[in-house]
């Protein structure tokens, strides 16, 4: 367990700035010592010719040790849902077994090569099938196209397939429908596609408005996108009266499945009347994430979508081999090779290992983690939404900006502070100061009354200490930093200095 009581738990390690690895060792360390070769050999400039480089490159030169010692400093400097509690809302940030990470790794899948030819990785194919067929299943759409990296990959792919059938029928459209509550990738993919999007407002119960969607659908409406439950944790009831509404004008209903988690083995967006949704892998189907990839964004559309999709699509012929064929009207290829292969081998280890059963669990204690926090934490902070959520929920530190001079931004800084990576915050945009916190399934009910402790415990402090929590972290190897900058002029890459 971990000391709390100065804020500061004693398993976070006093982690300073340090020395990058060129700073290190000296000219003469080594790690290395090769043999002096057995064959004759008048050195490289007579192998390489003009080729040979006439400025030495600028190495590091440490020892195995210091290099140990320096790598294992950053892994701790990291903040990674294997070293604490990860509730950052929306993007399901889950344990993810282990067995998963060695299936992956069996020489069968990852000795493979792209380039082999087909009748030698039938079992890639078989498994591809296999997790085409589960997330069909899973999705209620049947048809499934594994090659989309990420979610916005997906979401432009499915986009493209709206595109490609609204063109079939003589008119591509011009505008997409997204509701107030979306994420930035749904606007960015319809811009990507080509289309223009319109916002449509969410009603003070946090759902789509009615009757402004309604107001908003014409027959230049090419599709709507919906996250459902949406990004304030909240399941749309209105969502078949929607669906309907949206193909009475001849468009396509899109769900964002980024938050499937919610709703597996419960409910299928098929049978809520959408046409097309992606489903984030790397979230709800368990791939570690958070570090910049690989994901994986697989679409699932509906029967008479198929044709559209983007190819080649691995299936099972009748003589019970496994091919790759490209649907008949494919928007092409999205991705190269197979998409992220990897991911898909975790993602399949995880369906077969849980089972319809164990998948509609899942869902089940993400909702009542969520719906347990957010019982815990409403009367410390405001909650707009105060109703039953699904996995995720969004408070407001608004009372504590106002009373206090406490930003959410500081709330978050401080719970660093504590051992927690903060929720998202500031997002959605349409609640002020906004937490969005997702416990997921897997943490134990001890360390969800930990964490509700520790808000409860910076919330106190914003009002007897503010500038406490206004100059958090303290424990982390960096403090604030001007994220402003680091957005708009980032610098990632160490430079040598040369001096020969
Ligand atoms: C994560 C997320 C996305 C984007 O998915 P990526 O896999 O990060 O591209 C889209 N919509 C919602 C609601 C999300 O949470």
């Known amino acids: 367990m971990t000391s709390r009581a100065n804020g500061v738990p004693s398993s976070v390690p006093s982690t300073g700035p340090r020395a990058s690895i060129f700073d290190l060792g000296s ?3 080594r790690c290395v010592l090769a043999p002096d070769p057995d064959v004759p050999f008048d050195g490289l400039e007579s192998l390489l010719g003009s080729a040979a480089r006439i400025i030495p490159p600028t190495l590091p030169h440490v ?7 320096h790598y294992a400093h950053l892994a701790e400097m990291n903040f990674g849902v294997d070293s604490g509690f990860y509730p950052l809302g929306s993007c ?6 282990r067995i998963n990470e060695d299936a992956c790794r069996l020489e069968g899948f990852a000795g493979l090569h792209p380039y082999q030819p087909v009748h030698s990785v039938q079992g890639a194919l078989a498994l591809m099938v296999g997790l085409q067929e589960a997330l069909g299943e899973i999705s209620g759409l049947p048809a499934v196209s594994l090659q989309p990296a990420a979610g916005a990959h997906g979401e432009l792919s499915a986009l493209m397939c709206f595109r490609a059938a609204h063109t079939a029928s003589g008119n591509p459209r011009s505008k997409v429908l997204i509701p107030d509550t979306a994420h930035g990738t749904n606007p960015a993919s319809v811009a990507m596609c080509g289309y223009q999007t319109v916002t449509i407002p969410s009603n003070a119960d946090g759902h789509v408005d009615l009757e402004a969607l309604k107001a908003a659908l014409d027959t230049d409406v090419a599709a709507f996108m919906l996250t459902n439950p ?8 209105q969502i078949l009266e929607i669906t309907a509404a949206v193909h009475e004008v001849g468009a396509f209903a899109y769900c964002d499945g980024a938050n499937l988690n919610a709703i597996l083995g419960i409910t299928r967006p098929g049978d809520m009347g959408f046409d097309a949704l992606h489903i984030n892998l790397h979230k709800t189907f368990s791939t570690p994430h958070g570090g910049g990839g690989p994901g994986s964004g697989p679409i699932c559309v509906t029967e ?25 009207a494919s928007i092409g290829r999205v991705r190269s090779f197979y998409g992220n292969f990897g991911v898909l081998v975790r993602a399949y280890a995880y369906v077969r290992a849980l089972g319809s059963e164990g998948l509609k669990e899942v869902a089940e204690q993400a909702v009542l983690s969520a719906n347990y926090l957010r019982v815990r934490l409403r009367d410390t ?3 707009p939404y105060d109703t039953m959520c699904m996995h995720e929920f969004v408070l407001s530190g608004a009372r504590q900006k106002s009373d206090y001079g ?3 931004l500081d709330i978050a800084k401080r719970l660093l502070d504590y051992g927690y990576h903060p929720p998202t915050i500031y997002f959605p945009l349409l609640v002020e100061e906004a937490l969005m916190i997702e416990p997921t399934e897997t943490e134990s009910l001890a360390e969800l009354d930990a964490f509700a402790d520790a808000l409860i415990a910076i919330a106190q402090e914003a009002a007897e200490t503010p500038d406490l929590v206004r100059s958090a972290p303290f424990s982390t190897p960096v403090r604030r930093i001007d994220e402003a ?8 890459r160490w430079k040598p200095s040369i001096t020969e």
Do not use: C, H
């Open 485 to 492: 900058a680091a957005a708009r002029n980032p610098d990632l």
């Open 63 to 69: 020892t195995e040790l210091e290099i140990m010692r």
């Open 381 to 383: 902070f405001d909650l």
């Open 406 to 408: 406490v930003r959410t």
């Open 304 to 328: 008479p979508l198929a044709q559209f999709l983007p190819g080649p699509l691995p299936s099972r012929t009748e003589e019970g081999w496994y091919t790759l064929t490209t649907p008949q």
């Open 230 to 237: 949406n990004t304030l944790g909240l399941f749309d009831p």
């Open 27 to 29: 000219p003469e360390s």
């Open 92 to 97: 399901t940030m889950k344990y993810n077994p």
